[in-house]
């Protein structure tokens, strides 16, 4: 059977590192109760100017160079964010430009925090159909300049990086198992940027309102993430055949700590196989899952043959979740 090998991985986080500390400065709010209700000691924060292309560039070509291969050997290119560089053209059209290459197929795939997933799933569907063979699949966010520091519930979560993964067909048993991807529309208010889109366009009269900022029902996010959480990772699990037992490591979407660890107890996994990485990057929505899968990759966690399992929740509603054979 073929089936979307990774065989490559990069991440790339923007040089400055805002603290709690720092953030105590600008809103109402301190280290202890971000740290409490969060889980996140510090986040990296993109300089004026500097784009999701600009983070996602370097970490495609450092999933490149560790595949071994280069831009001119990519069939496809899918960047995964909410915090693209323009309206449009596409970011991904953008990072293939970086990469010094034309002609070759580059879209974006839109699904918050989920993004990541849904790009794998759409990369897999595309690897298993015969249409590609090479994928280079970026996630990639600029968050912080989205949020309102006068809302401290927003103000603390997000933090700005990229990841990037390079998928090969192959055959065997090695690759992407299962993919499982969901939405609830019902709920797109719980997690949303209300302006910016052709519903409430950006004007002079609304430009310094909160209408262009991060808006959050926090509990009830809480609420709906642990729940789907829980039931994806079971999805995943019983569509590859195996138990919560024979997942290696579990890299979840790193929203918020409180909603790793409660997951984590709900499925039965203990903490030294779940991936964390909030504490030091904060919630890079669709980077987030790419970035911290490369971080596991050069820390040695995952080992040849190992089960991993991916999760993820988001605006959306989004969900989903995907279970890889190293």
């Given amino acids: 059977m073929i089936r979307a090998r990774i065989v490559g991985t990069g991440h790339h986080l923007p040089q400055h590192i805002r603290t709690n500390a720092e953030l105590e ?44 291969i280069t831009a001119a050997d990519v069939d496809l290119i899918l960047c995964c964010t909410t915090t693209g ?40 569907a595309f690897i298993r159909s015969g249409l590609y063979k090479t994928i280079l699949l970026v996630g990639t966010e600029v968050c912080t300049n989205r949020v309102d520091y006068d809302k401290r519930d927003t103000a603390v979560l997000f933090g700005d990086g990229a990841g ?18 969901w939405a609830d529309g019902s709920g797109r208010e719980v997690l949303w940027l209300p302006a910016g889109g052709s519903k409430i366009p950006v004007t002079r009269d609304n430009v310094d309102t909160d209408l ?33 037992d024979d997942v290696a490591l579990f890299i979840p979407h790193q929203a918020n700590i ?28 669709a980077a987030s899952i790419p970035l911290a899968l490369d971080q596991a990759v050069r820390a040695d966690r995952i080992a040849d043959g190992d089960y991993v399992l991916l999760a993820s929740f988001g605006a959306g509603l989004t969900w989903a979740s995907a279970i890889v054979r190293w």
């Fill in 25 to 68: 400065k600008m809103c109402d709010t301190t280290d202890a109760w971000i740290q409490q209700r969060t889980g996140i000691q510090q986040r990296h924060v993109a300089a004026p100017g500097e784009a999701a292309s600009a983070l996602g560039a370097p970490a495609a070509q450092r999933a490149l160079e560790s595949a071994g």
């Fill in 85 to 124: 560089d323009y309206q449009f053209p596409a970011t991904a059209c953008v990072i293939q430009e970086l990469l010094g290459i034309t002609g070759t197929p580059s879209f974006d795939v839109n699904a918050a925090c989920s993004g990541f997933m849904y790009g794998l799933a759409t990369a897999d």
């Fill in 164 to 181: 990037a993964i390079v998928l090969r067909a192959e055959e065997g048993e090695r690759g992407v198992l299962t993919t499982h991807l």
């Fill in 212 to 244: 262009n900022t991060i808006h959050m029902k926090g509990k009830e996010l809480f609420k709906r993430a642990v729940t789907e959480f829980v039931a994806c990772t079971k999805v995943a699990c019983d569509a590859a055949g195996i138990s919560m």
């Fill in 258 to 285: 409180r909603i790793i660890e409660a997951v984590g107890e709900r499925i039965g996994l203990p903490a030294e196989r779940i991936f964390v990485n909030i504490d030091k990057v904060a919630n890079c929505t």
